[in-house]
């Protein structure tokens, strides 16, 4: 037996449970009793392409140090779904712990040497206190939840405090709540020895003034901050509740306090063909709109998107990506639609994406990418995922600057149409490549033009003239240039010590990598970090290529897809951008990114890569 | 999609109407498609519709999809934004527009294969939602600009040019429209000016989903013996069912109509429809038998024509969705930004 897994704040529970059995909000407050004690957590959820009766697993990383995310490895199991037991009896670490419902009773053999078992008779107290099924189940994870409590040290207090502001003015729902707790922390007292559990929960103060958020929530408030008035939407995982939070958010802050009339319109269509032509539809004749979807979605909106681009009509799309291709993996994380969103539809295209990294960039990025769209006048994308999106995540607080205004971009109005100003819709007047456009209905005689997905001049007319599409395809590169410039820039760490080494990462790997580079640092392993949060991409990312002899490119698909457009856009030896790629549809952790960081470096030193190439 | 420019002087002694405006400032580009062909007779009758309506050109926003009929556009009010979208999909921009400001006057373009064939999804929605719009479908039951293939509208056994014969079912665009929940459903003949102006100018003065399935016939591809879409057969197997005279509130009525021959209907805008009873009792208010009487005509060939259906009064999709009283893309800053002091009690509260 090896001895027991010690650890205070600093260690991982994981909950598996059936679905559909009420067992999330349970879990939920676990992990934000812990956050309340003042210690970060990281929570995940791990569920299937089901609303009842399959496994589901929820994982809780408890982080002092503020490490968000996913670690791997578990130290407690707390195994409440007999479908999964061997699964999740065979995950625990060595040392670990299995919390489990002993009601009835288990061969031994149905266990392992190797960890540390602590039996409660869930069921049976259940049963004992309760005859209504619903309660039954329901109440069964409130007394797991108080008898870990008791085990790990979570101040019963703060899961009071929890109740009292989730059933406010539910008196009735409190006290069955709160009496549920005390039944499984009074059992576990009474039966158990909670020093044996050398796991703890200890008050501390590295939470802060964080906010604990999920993305898709975060980004729909960015998308009513960033004066979205339009939301087309289909139902797809995991976007779905992105649409659903765009809604709800409406409801309470874009009513008119007199007449109680909304400020927007949301539309589920009745297809992501739809969605995305509602979209366009709504950004030609100047509202803000957007819409969310995932990978399959995407797809669907390819021909739509080249429309967008081509015709230059503003359009947000917040791509909450999931395990590819094809149906793939739905309830999965990746950062696989990288190619599919840049280079999205027939022809020479190319588009502009953002990255953000936690919910709090979701926020502003959504909020940003309204702006972006309406001042390049072109498809812009949100790159979110499912381990941002679905996840309640810990990050700095919203911010917003009262003084700033929506800026709507190049938009002729009558007045200077009036005065006689020069209008040509495709007319690159400034050099940037961004045109004038004009809104329908702006002037009796003045401004109009004929919008579509064919050829034209400078004026919107008609044309299949080489050098006259030339022009054009040239002006739309040099937009893109310019979208380089303007987009949120590439964020850089670096390495205490000089290095030849760089790693590129994005998005959802932010956390991991920012473990990971502490790892490697602690090995004696010096890379500089650069974080892309935008594409096309700046001469920053180009500058940091350069600087480095090799460049490691994290990322969470199989194709280094991220890596294919940084040598699509620079003139680079494709030796020296060497792709670390996760992709099982976990999302990406410390430990791997570090261990595979530290084996290729391992490889490098001992064969220069330069020799053994010559 | 022209290039012949068209000479933008007009006479002098052409008629100004209550806008101030001839009716050559509701045309557009010259037209490029065939000469004969049904589409351009149709825009021509849009363009008298807007003309008679009183309409401001900049006023109206054309939207269409990918085919003949979706080129028209250009045809017509050339002073108003136009946007020529992808195949099938024209509804869904439309719908998008119209959501962004509801105080323009939509007009949607689209042929039998666009709206029936690769579009029948978004035709079907569109209509459903209440967009308040008038959607006309250029029909003429072929595939006219990649040379004479069936679409979905070509009625069972009808024969293509090369003697093909339809083995298909045809879809019914009007019974369509109906069933979907549309609120204003005609048909007429692009041959009938007299039917199809009135139709369109109550259309566009409808408040809601308004539908016209006009045939067209196609010239180069489908106006040969063996075909149920070209002139020849449609002149001789329509059936109108009522005549409408468009009357705006504001007029004064001079016509006189001999009593029980003509219904009045008032359209939400105060806008007056007369309908005058041809030979058979049609009442085209029950949309039950408005779908029996079409589905009876189809039944036998005939082209039933007329104004099909009509709720005069339907709620539009900014009623469904009780927007405000202005159009969302004049909505600034200060309407849509909850600000910083709301964001800290939004943060406050995720703690």
């Known amino acids: 037996?090896?001895?027991?897994?010690?650890?205070?704040?600093?260690?991982?529970?994981?909950?598996?449970?059936?679905?559909?059995?009420?067992?999330?909000?349970?879990?939920?407050?676990?992990?934000?009793?812990?956050?309340?004690?003042?210690?970060?957590?990281?929570?995940?959820?791990?569920?299937?392409?089901?609303?009842?009766?399959?496994?589901?697993?929820?994982?809780?990383?408890?982080?002092?140090?503020?490490?968000?995310?996913?670690?791997?490895?578990?130290?407690?199991?707390?195994?409440?779904?007999?479908?999964?037991?061997?699964?999740?009896?065979?995950?625990?670490?060595?040392?670990?712990?299995?919390?489990?419902?002993?009601?009835?009773?288990?061969?031994?053999?149905?266990?392992?040497?190797?960890?540390?078992?602590?039996?409660?008779?869930?069921?049976?107290?259940?049963?004992?206190?309760?005859?209504?099924?619903?309660?039954?189940?329901?109440?069964?994870?409130?007394?797991?939840?108080?008898?870990?409590?008791?085990?790990?040290?979570?101040?019963?207090?703060?899961?009071?405090?929890?109740?009292?502001?989730?059933?406010?003015?539910?008196?009735?729902?409190?006290?069955?709540?709160?009496?549920?707790?005390?039944?499984?922390?009074?059992?576990?007292?009474?039966?158990?020895?909670?020093?044996?559990?050398?796991?703890?929960?200890?008050?501390?103060?590295?939470?802060?003034?964080?906010?604990?958020?999920?993305?898709?929530?975060?980004?729909?408030?960015?998308?009513?901050?960033?004066?979205?008035?339009?939301?087309?939407w289909y139902p797809i995982t995991p976007s779905s509740s992105l649409a659903e939070a765009f809604q709800s958010h409406c409801k309470r802050l874009r009513h008119d306090k007199e007449t109680g009339k909304a400020k927007y319109a949301i539309i589920q269509a009745e297809d992501e063909l739809a969605s995305i032509g509602m979209v366009i539809g709504a950004g030609w004749n100047g509202a803000r709109a957007f819409t969310s979807t995932s990978g399959p979605g995407i797809s669907l909106m390819t021909e739509f998107i080249g429309l967008a681009s081509f015709a230059e009509v503003p359009a947000v799309i917040v791509n909450v990506q999931r395990g590819g291709p094809s149906t793939g993996m739905p309830t999965r994380t990746q950062q696989s639609d990288l190619l599919s969103c840049a280079y999205a539809s027939n022809g020479d295209t190319k588009h502009v994406l953002l990255f953000p990294e936690d919910?709090?960039?979701?926020?502003?990025?959504?909020?940003?990418?309204?702006?972006?769209?309406?001042?390049?006048?072109?498809?812009?994308?949100?790159?979110?995922?499912?381990?941002?999106?679905?996840?309640?995540?810990?990050?700095?607080?919203?911010?917003?600057?009262?003084?700033?205004?929506?800026?709507?971009?190049?938009?002729?109005?009558?007045?200077?149409?009036?005065?006689?100003?020069?209008?040509?819709?495709?007319?690159?007047?400034?050099?940037?490549?961004?045109?004038?456009?004009?809104?329908?209905?702006?002037?009796?005689?003045?401004?109009?033009?004929?919008t579509r997905g064919t050829t034209k001049d400078e004026y919107a007319k008609y044309s299949e003239e080489g050098a006259v599409y030339v022009r054009n395809m040239e002006r739309l590169q040099k937009k893109l240039h310019t979208a380089s410039k303007i987009a949120p820039q590439p964020l850089r760490y670096s390495s205490p010590k000089p290095t030849r080494y760089g790693v590129i990462y994005f998005g959802s790997t932010s956390p991991a990598m920012a473990e990971a580079l502490d790892h490697l640092e602690a090995d004696g392993n010096h890379v500089n970090a650069l974080r892309v949060r935008s594409f096309p991409f700046s001469k920053a990312v180009e500058d940091f290529i350069h600087e480095h002899d090799k460049v490691f490119i994290v990322e969470q698909n199989r194709d280094a897809q991220l890596r294919t457009m940084l040598m699509a856009d620079f003139t680079l030896d494709a030796r020296k951008l060497v792709p670390v790629l996760h992709f099982d549809g976990t999302p990406i952790t410390a430990r791997f990114i570090a261990s595979d960081i530290a084996k290729k470096l391992d490889q490098m030193k001992v064969v220069p890569f330069e020799k053994a190439a010559s | 999609m022209t290039y012949i420019a068209k000479p933008k002087l007009h006479h002098p002694s052409l008629v100004r109407n209550k806008a101030g405006f001839t009716r050559r400032d509701y045309e557009g580009a010259v037209s490029t498609l065939c000469a004969g062909c049904g589409h351009d007779s149709i825009s021509a009758a849009i363009i008298q519709a807007c003309y008679e309506l009183d309409i401001l050109p900049h006023q109206v926003a054309k939207l269409s999809g990918i085919g003949c009929s979706s080129k028209a556009p250009t045809y017509f009010v050339g002073a108003s934004h136009g946007f020529n979208t992808v195949h099938g999909r024209m509804p869904s921009v439309m719908t998008g527009a119209n959501l962004a400001n509801k105080d323009l006057m939509y007009m949607g373009v689209s042929g039998d294969g666009d709206s029936a064939s690769i579009g029948l999804g978004q035709f079907a929605h569109i209509m459903r939602r209440g967009v308040n719009m008038t959607y006309i479908v250029m029909n003429n039951g072929v595939y006219g600009l990649t040379k004479g293939q069936f679409s979905a509208t070509a009625d069972k056994g009808?024969?293509?040019?090369?003697?093909?014969?339809?083995?298909?079912?045809?879809?019914?665009?009007?019974?369509?429209?109906?069933?979907?929940?549309?609120?204003?459903?005609?048909?007429?003949?692009?041959?009938?000016?007299?039917?199809?102006?009135?139709?369109?100018?109550?259309?566009?003065?409808?408040?809601?989903?308004?539908?016209?399935?006009?045939?067209?016939?196609?010239?180069?591809?489908?106006?040969?013996?063996?075909?149920?879409?070209?002139?020849?057969?449609?002149?001789?197997?329509?059936?109108?069912?009522?005549?409408?005279?468009?009357?705006?509130?504001?007029?004064?009525?001079?016509?006189?109509?001999?009593?029980?021959?003509?219904?009045?209907?008032?359209?939400?805008?105060?806008?007056?429809?007369?309908?005058?009873?041809?030979?058979?009792?049609?009442?085209?208010?029950?949309?039950?038998?408005?779908?029996?009487?079409?589905?009876?005509?189809?039944?036998?060939?005939?082209?039933?024509?007329?104004?099909?259906?009509?709720?005069?009064?339907?709620?539009?999709?900014?009623?469904?969705?009780?927007?405000?009283?202005?159009?969302?893309?004049t909505l600034g800053t200060a309407d849509l930004c909850p600000g910083s002091a709301t964001l800290d009690r939004i943060n406050a509260s995720l703690r």
Not at chain 1, 96 to 106: A, C, I, Q, R
Not at chain 2, 177 to 205: C, E, N, W, Y
Not at chain 2, 218 to 243: D, L, Q
Request: proline share 5%; glycine share 8%.
């Open chain 1, 359 to 450: 919910p709090r960039e979701c926020f502003e990025f959504t909020a940003e990418a309204l702006d972006l769209a309406d001042r390049l006048q072109t498809p812009v994308f949100v790159m979110t995922d499912l381990d941002i999106g679905m996840n309640h995540r810990l990050c700095e607080p919203f911010k917003w600057d009262d003084n700033r205004q929506l800026d709507r971009g190049k938009v002729m109005t009558a007045e200077e149409l009036e005065a006689g100003k020069t209008f040509g819709r495709y007319l690159d007047v400034d050099g940037d490549g961004i045109p004038f456009r004009t809104y329908p209905g702006t002037h009796p005689t003045k401004g109009s033009y004929f």
């Open chain 2, 158 to 329: 009808s024969i293509s040019k090369k003697g093909a014969a339809n083995s298909d079912e045809s879809i019914d665009l009007v019974s369509l429209a109906i069933l979907m929940g549309a609120t204003f459903v005609g048909r007429s003949f692009s041959g009938d000016k007299h039917q199809l102006v009135p139709l369109i100018k109550a259309a566009m003065s409808h408040k809601g989903a308004a539908f016209l399935d006009v045939i067209s016939p196609c010239v180069a591809f489908n106006n040969h013996a063996g075909s149920t879409k070209s002139y020849e057969y449609v002149r001789e197997h329509n059936e109108a069912v009522n005549r409408l005279d468009f009357i705006e509130d504001r007029e004064e009525i001079t016509t006189q109509y001999e009593p029980g021959t003509a219904t009045t209907v008032q359209q939400h805008d105060g806008s007056l429809l007369r309908l005058r009873k041809l030979g058979e009792e049609y009442d085209p208010s029950d949309k039950v038998a408005a779908m029996k009487r079409v589905q009876e005509g189809l039944a036998e060939g005939e082209v039933v024509t007329g104004l099909l259906y009509l709720d005069p009064t339907p709620k539009d999709l900014h009623q469904n969705l009780n927007t405000v009283d202005v159009a969302l893309n």
């Open chain 1, 1 to 232: 037996m090896p001895p027991a897994i010690a650890a205070v704040n600093d260690f991982v529970v994981k909950f598996a449970n059936v679905n559909g059995s009420g067992s999330a909000s349970a879990n939920e407050l676990f992990a934000r009793s812990i956050l309340r004690m003042g210690v970060p957590v990281s929570p995940r959820n791990i569920f299937p392409s089901n609303i009842q009766g399959l496994p589901t697993w929820y994982e809780v990383r408890v982080t002092e140090k503020g490490y968000l995310g996913r670690r791997g490895g578990v130290d407690m199991m707390v195994a409440m779904n007999p479908q999964t037991w061997a699964q999740d009896v065979k995950e625990i670490e060595p040392g670990g712990y299995l919390f489990y419902d002993s009601t009835k009773p288990m061969p031994s053999s149905m266990f392992r040497d190797d960890i540390n078992v602590i039996g409660v008779p869930l069921t049976a107290i259940t049963n004992a206190t309760y005859t209504d099924a619903r309660q039954r189940q329901l109440f069964k994870n409130i007394i797991y939840v108080g008898a870990l409590s008791i085990l790990l040290g979570i101040d019963p207090e703060e899961i009071k405090r929890l109740f009292g502001e989730q059933f406010k003015g539910k008196e009735k729902l409190l006290d069955s709540n709160v009496k549920a707790l005390n039944l499984g922390r009074d059992w576990a007292s009474q039966h158990l020895d909670a020093s044996a559990v050398k796991l703890k929960v200890r008050r501390a103060n590295t939470v802060g003034n964080r906010i604990f958020v999920e993305g898709n929530n975060a980004a729909a408030l960015g998308a009513v901050y960033g004066g979205a008035t339009v939301c087309a």
